[in-house]
């Protein structure tokens, strides 16, 4: 089946995972405890480490694996069933704490000494013996059903109801819908004498009770399950046949005589159903199963591997293949494959156990295994079919290596069924000893042989508690209103106490046993007395460079040095034997403060280089350890002198203009650079000091100024600043034109002589403008034969034109003035600063009106012979 070759592959993956491990903590020579897988069965399941059905708290090494093969026997009550599995498990060690195991129950027999004790035994597609009830001696059993569905059912509804022996007829499953028989309401029964011919139970449809699902309570099954939930019938354990007037006191018509056949009603019988949790549909005398579960696992193991007391937990997760979601995974429940839980179990349990002695060890269980229900698939969609219950495990198990080859066995454990649950009318929570023995022929195989005994088994002895008689009810009312035998609540009483039941059939046999065989993989064992081993060092340092600051009177801009000299040194240090270490410290240079694995090495004050440190670690036993580490000691690069200070002074008080100005800069501290100085003003002119620490200004012409003197120093580092400025202020009025030259009606010639120092003035001046006033003798375009006869602008524009074309001076330095009309020719030449105000023609000497120039009269030509 599918399930069957995935636990297959699951098992297949976990040996491929064991052959890619290896070996961890050795165990000791002279230790003769060998270990091997539980067998489990009939509670807790096999596969982890431990005895028969008791888990120990140790692990398997990393590396370690076993296959395990056993059959075991056991009994379990309701119905004195005889139970043989064949369960097949595998595990392996992850490391010397956590173990993987895998389980399936590879084979399952049971046979049901007590069939009547069982409520699956009643279902509509199984038969019971019933001697000569019937011609071939096979017939429906009578049980105590929640009332069938159909019509004309009336009273019936909804009520726990008696179905006589041989009633239902049979139904293969899923039931619904089919006949549920007729309660002994056919002819000839009740339902005619009473007038009620068309009586018609059927079976179904299963109904949604309140909280039901995976772990709630279990739905309702018309005509087929009991009245407290569930699939599964109350068992009638025995039945009398009385007249209609003994139960009801008049059961005819009038005018009708009494009814010939006698009524069947039950005595002894359970409302609540009767079934083993482990196989709860279990209705074969005899059924065979095979893969019933798969199981898988850890187990996980706190305390260390040599420690005598061992913790640990085992959890693990438990599913079915067979499952009533068609006709033949319910076929096969009903062999006692299992309870086909819908989300298969889950399961947690602790474990304790101690060494006591070298060959006594004693351990101790305690879980709790939370089961979920099975549910059936129906025409009419998904129901709960059973609410099983949840199992508490508790155990306590010694084992004895007198030897490394035999190992006997004691146990004691029980399995509580608890939490909510379909009520079991013959609940029994089963408590069990085993004496065994292992034995190990090499620690690698070996084979194991148990008996085992049910303390609690029903037998009559059991009967002589009260509690076992709560479920068991003995009819002193019914109620035969023409719908059969309904059990009316309050008209049952239990069972007297202490006695024994009419019906049930005990159980006859206690006893089983366990046989076991394993074999696997075991690494070697340690010696019994290893030699002394030697500890194992690794030196490391907190920095593996130290870089010392620039020499005293230099600096870098590119180099950052340690905070400190100092390094922290760290000796990782194990010893295999627990030894205390001693640790011992050497240097090339420094010194070392502190002593232990963590020490502070000082390299203050050594020299640029490469230094080791070394530690040598001794076990006090004569085993020593060594190991090294080398801090490299180094200084800055581009270590340079200092930059000096530079400051620069102007003069604080106003200077007059005209006056000069001294400006000077000053370098205190740094290095000795060779330096150069470049000054700049942005008004004036340096007279005197370029190049040099000190300059002269000229402040000619630069009343109200303010004037910015800026320097310049060459020959510094470029991390160093190298430029300074000052300002100082000039007082006086603002600057003002100056008359340069004045001439009158002079040849051209002599006019430019008079010109060419007014072109040099203006050179020397670049900032100055030159400023040309003429004034003429009349007002026309002139020329007039008069000398004197001259237009200023005229005489203007020739002087401008000399002093732009010929002595190169800008044409937008040069502004010229028409002064107007003179009784004689003048020109006057003024030089004014930036900023200086023009001047104005001088109208002291004006003519007024200016006479009109007249035009020459052209000349005559002679008469020849004149003069």
Known sequence: MRLANKALVAALAMLILCAAVSAQTLRNENDPRNQSPSVGTGGPEGGPTGLFTIYDGSTIRKGEFTFSIAYSNYDRDPGDVDISDIPLSFNVGLNDHIELWFKTNGYRGAKVNSPSNLSGFYLPNISLLCGTATANGLCSGPAIVLSPSGPNVGTMAGNAVFRPINNQPFVNFPFSGGSAGDFQQGPGGLGTLFGFPGFNALLGPPTVSAGSGTFGSADNFPGIGSVVGGILPGVVLSTVQLPCTALTGNCRPPGQPDPLNPITVPVVFTISPSYLPDAPFLGREYGESSFTNFVAGAKIRFTGPNNPLGVAVIPFYRWYPDRAD?????????????????????????????????????????????????????????????????????????????????????????????????PNAFENSPVEVLAGVKIYPRRWWGFGAAWRYHINQQDKSAFEGEDFNTQINQLSGVNVPGRGIVIVPGTTRPATAGSFPSGFRVSDDANGFIGQFWIGHRNDRAPAILPNQPPTVTLSTSSATITLPCPEGTMSSSCTPSANQQVQLSANATDPDGDTLLYTYTVTGGRITGDGPNTTWDLSGVTPGTYTASVEVDDGCGCVAFSSTTVTVGSCEGCIPPCPTISISCPTDTIQAGSPATVSVNLSGGGNFNVTYNWTVSA????????????????????????????EIGGLPPECDRTRSCSFSVAGNPPECRKFDSYGDIRFNDEKARLDPFAVALQNEPGSTGYIIAYGTCAGDGPCTH????????????????????????????????????AEVTVDLFLCPAGATAPTADASQAVDPCPECKKPRPRRRGRRGEE
């Open 326 to 422: 068609s006709v033949e995974g319910f076929r096969q429940m009903q062999r006692g494959a299992g309870p086909g839980g819908d989300i298969g179990d889950f399961g947690l349990v602790g474990v304790i156990d101690a060494r006591l002695s070298r060959s006594v060890n004693v351990s101790a269980n305690f879980g709790y295994i939370l089961n979920s229900n099975p549910k059936g698939t129906f025409p009419s969609g998904e129901f709960v079919i059973l609410d099983r219950p949840d199992e508490l495990i508790a155990g306590i198990g010694f084992d004895f290596p007198v030897n490394r080859h035999i190992q006997p066995v004691l146990e004691l454990r029980s399995t509580q069924y608890v939490g909510s649950r379909t």
């Open 787 to 822: 000398t004197s006869c001259i237009v200023a602008q005229k005489r203007a524009e020739r002087a401008k034109d000399y002093l732009v074309n010929t002595r190169g001076i800008d044409a937008s330095r040069i502004v010229i003035i028409d002064g107007g009309c003179r």
């Open 684 to 711: 004036g002119t340096i007279s005197s000091g370029q190049g040099t620490s000190s300059i002269t200004v000229d402040t000619t012409g630069q009343a109200g100024q303010n004037i910015t003197a800026t320097v």
